[in-house]
């Protein structure tokens, strides 16, 4: 497959840089956020909406899809992108995530892991080499190695012999990729230990893969720490490739990790907040379902482009939500996923323009009034 | 309220008619069937979805809007149309229905039905000039009188007292109509009595609305009373004005009332049915969850435009299905409503063309067969 990522222009007093990844299904320009869909559909949003929220590349889940409806069946059917009616880019993460979230349904060797479906308690094994297979059937544009996402906190003689087996994963992962398989991304590790993450950092680098992900943040350690692992972790990775933080993160988040040197955020946070009443605006996040909104004809945000934000009153928002009626996931999603592309699209213009310094100090202003 | 109703042609072979609506909101073309959006949507459609299915006109539920969030509060918001962001026709029940739904929580006297909140418990007094107050207040452009309507099967006695109680209430919703207020249509009631039903539609005509439903169908009776009963009661309504079957029905229901005189209807079988999983085709219902859907790559129905059709697998609407994600009601209920307001139109243009009595056979021949 084909597959290229340029850095176009580097920032100029930090890490953050703007770039382009160019893909079979077409190219989009970075730091991207990839919306999640997670079992082939961005929450409650067709394809043509998702679209003109102007995402351009979304994530899927390798676990989700290979458990239902099967990748063989998504292979038969012409691919991901042919059953869920999406034409541009999609990443599929490995799996790894969501299996070690099983805690004692998942048993892992050197081999793999074996786990308990989540659905219907049936066992299946998946290896590095399985899991490229998945990925490859599913017709992913950019795919993730296996890897196991330790838990906060692991001591640290797991986190050091857990992260050994994961280079070791991301290795057999390599060896099997085919001429026209995705791009295969490795994905760092090592908890909150600074010589681990350095340690991942360099053996994935001489492997040698497209992009390198930055996993096991944002699961549950301390705020503080993310920054740190990102200062330990992204020195060591080659400039020429796609930094990816995976399941990060609140807009806070996003804006720090960019400035630290992420090209790459997938975070199911703007869908599921808003199925919850919860919305991202400039001014911090509102909860739709308070009795201050019950007569408030106001749009959530009145700077808002979004078609919710051009249509609909706080004051319905609020009672689509209390009513439990679908249209209340759709229009909060569309808002919450606008939201967060405006701020990805605001981010790469201060970028180019030099600036992106100052959203950084108003967003961590922010961040400590809203925390 | 401007409100003109016109028969633009006759069917030669049947009491089918093809006529015109026309409101502040804009005109429809009748035999026309209006969804119903009990809460103030569609459930799961955006109003632009609505339109592009080519739907018209649409019901709301002054019950439900009146307890949440209030047609006051709806009111102060600028109306139902505004509230809801649709520009076309709305036509609003009078609660009757709901209200008679709640059995034990409801009592009713001469002055009005007093009830239970089936939300939070609280209680309530609607009276006949209450609702006309509330659907006034929503900005509706058709209203409905408050009615009695009763259960199948109701002892005669109860009947014929009741359908009286209906009538007097009719006329105390005419007394205080205003000038700028909704067309006001009456009820027909009377349970599955000839005479009762004669009475009914002879009284109401005496006090002269501006159009006349039916109800107290589709309340568990057999199938062929319905037909008795329309035909018991349309030769007494005026041709003049609309016919309004409430709360009917099946597809096939739907070609046998227009042939006996029907020109409006509203249901939540599309609807409902699509958020459960049964789709309409030409060719009968079909339960998409069947496993002899899983990798089938036909649209639900290869004849059918809509935008369910023209880019989605049963195989993925079974997945979406079976994931209980909400794309899939979306989608459902797109290819139902769609189906649905394709077949008005092949109504309309078989009466504009003189060949309604042939749709009529084919889905009797049909009716017997899916029965």
Chains 1, 2 share one sequence.
Not at 134 to 145: E, K, N, T, Y
Not at 235 to 242: C, D, G, H, Q, Y
Request: glycine share 8%.
């Amino acid at each position: 497959m084909a597959f290229r990522f340029e850095v176009l222009q580097k920032d100029t007093s930090s890490r953050a840089r703007l770039g382009r990844i160019e893909t079979n299904h077409g190219s989009f320009l970075t730091p991207a956020f990839l919306p999640v869909g997670t079992q082939g559909t961005i929450k409650s949003l067709t394809p043509e909406e998702v679209v003109e929220i102007r995402v351009e590349a979304i994530v899927g889940n390798t676990y989700h899809l290979y458990l239902r409806p099967g990748h063989e069946t998504i292979g038969k059917l012409g691919g991901l992108h042919t059953f869920i009616h999406w034409k541009n880019p999609i990443l599929t993460d490995s799996g790894g995530y969501q299996i070690f979230s099983l805690g004692a349904l998942r048993r892992i060797s050197e081999e793999g892991v074996a786990f308990q479906s989540h659905l219907d308690g049936s066992l299946h094994f998946l290896t590095p080499e399985k899991v490229m297979e998945i990925q490859r059937i599913l017709g992913s544009d950019i795919a993730m190695v296996l890897d196991e996402c330790i838990p906060y906190p692991s001591p640290y003689e797991y986190a050091k012999a857990s992260n050994r087996l994961t280079t070791r994963w991301a290795k057999r992962c390599l060896q099997v990729r085919q001429e026209n398989d995705p791009a295969l991304f490795a994905i760092v590790q090592g908890g909150v230990y600074k010589d681990l993450r350095e340690e991942s950092a360099q053996r994935l680098v001489e492997i040698n893969f497209q992009g390198y992900a930055i996993g096991g943040l944002s699961v549950g350690e301390p705020k503080s720490l993310m920054g740190e692992v990102l200062n330990w972790t992204i020195p060591f990775l080659p400039e020429s490739a796609p930094h990816y933080l995976m399941g990060v993160g609140t807009p806070e988040d996003i804006v720090n990790a960019v400035v630290l040197g992420i090209d790459l955020f997938d975070c199911v946070l703007p869908t599921r907040n808003a199925r919850n009443g919860t919305l991202f605006t400039p001014s911090g996040k509102m909860s739709i379902k308070q009795a201050q909104y019950a007569e408030d004809r106001r749009p959530i945000d009145e700077t808002c482009g979004c078609y919710t934000c051009r249509h609909y009153s706080r004051a319905y928002l609020r009672h689509l939500y209390l009513a439990n009626e679908i249209l209340s996931s759709r229009l909060n999603t569309i808002h919450n996923l606008y939201y967060y592309i405006g701020l990805m699209n605001k981010i790469k213009e201060a970028i180019r323009e030099g600036r992106l310094l100052e959203i950084y100090k108003k967003q961590q202003l922010k961040g400590l009034e809203t925390e």
